[in-house]
């Protein structure tokens, strides 16, 4: 079956503009995180959605860095007013149950350069 | 923050050698799991350990925990050009069911 389906895979985009990412997870897979991924740098925790329990978004940098996902499909994170700092590959992870019980399932992720 | 580091952080190695990856941890896990990253895109998962269990084995990868060290290690035998990638280590916590906890990964090479 199809896998995780990040889009855009890229997007450059002006110092103080949104963006919109958007992430399509495994039919069937209840749980879906979202990570940040500086170059060379290993994976920054953003937000974890599980079902239609409440997310843990104590990983999310600022208040500018937001998420929603509705059930168990589509999941959108907006970053507002976008700085420099920001520009990182944001990926999107889905899973059968939890990351600590099943694999992770990566798409392909968004590179976002902010200028 | 990050708990746990890869090592070595970087390895060159030529096609036909061995690699070997290590990774500690700090606080009680419940499973390790290792992932592949190429060109600095999506991960693959490679395998999942659990800790009661010593070795995994896929392919020409094997896995092993040791929790009195609080490590584990990768091998990667007979490597191909193909196997160069980065290498992620993540640390399922025995208190917390639902983050991973990432190292900086191994960037590995293999040369033709």
């Known amino acids: 079956g199809a896998g995780v389906s990040q889009s855009p895979s890229n997007k450059v985009t002006e110092k103080g503009k949104d963006v919109e990412l958007r992430c399509d997870p495994i039919?069937?897979?209840?749980?879906l995180y979202w990570y940040r991924q500086r170059l060379g740098q290993g994976l920054e925790f953003l937000i974890y959605?599980?079902?239609?329990?409440?997310?843990?978004k104590s990983g999310l940098p600022s208040d500018r860095f937001s998420a929603e996902r509705t059930g168990e499909s589509v999941s959108t994170l907006t970053i507002q007013r976008t700085q420099q700092e920001d520009s990182a590959v944001y990926l999107c992870?889905?899973?059968?149950?939890?990351?600590?019980?099943?694999?992770?399932?990566f798409g392909n992720g968004t590179r976002l350069t902010v200028t | 923050s990050q708990q746990g580091e890869e090592d070595p952080q970087a390895l060159s190695i030529q096609e036909g050698e061995n690699a070997t990856m290590n990774c500690s941890y700090k606080?009680?896990?419940?499973?390790l799991q290792w992932y592949r990253q190429n060109s600095g895109r999506g991960l693959v998962h490679l395998i999942l350990?659990?800790?009661n269990e010593r070795e995994k084995h896929s392919g020409r990868l094997r896995v092993t925990l040791d929790t009195s060290k609080k490590s584990s290690s990768l091998l990667i035998t007979a490597s191909r050009a193909a196997d160069t990638a980065s290498y992620f280590c993540?640390?399922?916590?025995?208190?917390?069911?639902?983050?991973?906890?990432w190292g900086l990964g191994t960037s590995l090479a293999v040369n033709p």
């Open positions: 992870a889905s899973s059968v149950g939890t990351a600590t019980n099943s694999p992770l399932h």
């Open positions: 959605f599980q079902g239609n329990s409440a997310p843990d």
């Open positions: 350990i659990r800790s």
């Open positions: 039919s069937g897979h209840t749980a």
């Open positions: 993540a640390k399922g916590n025995a208190g917390n069911n639902r983050k991973l906890i």
């Open positions: 606080t009680s896990i419940n499973n």
